[in-house]
């Protein structure tokens, strides 16, 4: 597995990223921050994938695994501190006013229910994590 190969499925499947991204970063410094450590870890462990699951639902096992690791660092580290919403919220022009609802909403949930609701929304369901008998 090359790195060209890996650059290339990054790019194809950037979005997961980005929405992972988004639902558990508030800022655009961890947006940033939490993007670059999804590339980095997904990097290290491109070598281990195996194939046995598609590379869309590897990808968001790693991301969601690296959110949440992130951000239960974030939090031990100190509290959170509320910002103004505009700040807080970052979406990409991109989307619509429905999608923005959507995840304006889907923050407000506990984070491993974000990642539950994301991931029935695109259409993952569990019988890929079944097969590889792994937790999200």
């Given amino acids: 597995m090359t790195e060209k190969s890996y650059l ?3 790019e194809e499947h950037k979005g997961i990223i980005l929405k992972v991204v988004n639902l558990y970063a ?13 590339v980095y870890q997904s990097w290290s462990a ?3 994938f195996q194939g046995n699951s598609k590379f869309s639902t590897w990808l968001y096992r790693i991301s969601l695994n690296v959110a949440l690791t992130h951000l239960n660092k974030r939090k031990k580290r ?17 989307l619509s006013e429905r999608a923005d609802f959507l995840y304006r909403a889907i923050k407000q949930l506990a984070e491993i229910d974000r990642s ?6 695109d259409g993952f ?7 590889d008998n792994r937790p999200v």
Avoid: G
């Fill in 8 to 10: 290339q499925k990054i």
């Fill in 26 to 38: 508030d800022d655009l410094e961890d947006r940033k921050d939490l993007y670059q450590e999804i």
């Fill in 46 to 48: 491109y070598a281990r």
């Fill in 78 to 94: 100190s509290e959170i501190s509320k910002t103004n919403t505009e700040e807080a919220h970052f979406v990409p022009p991109e």
């Fill in 116 to 121: 539950i609701i994301m991931l029935h929304l």
């Fill in 125 to 131: 369901d569990n019988t890929e994590n079944q097969r």
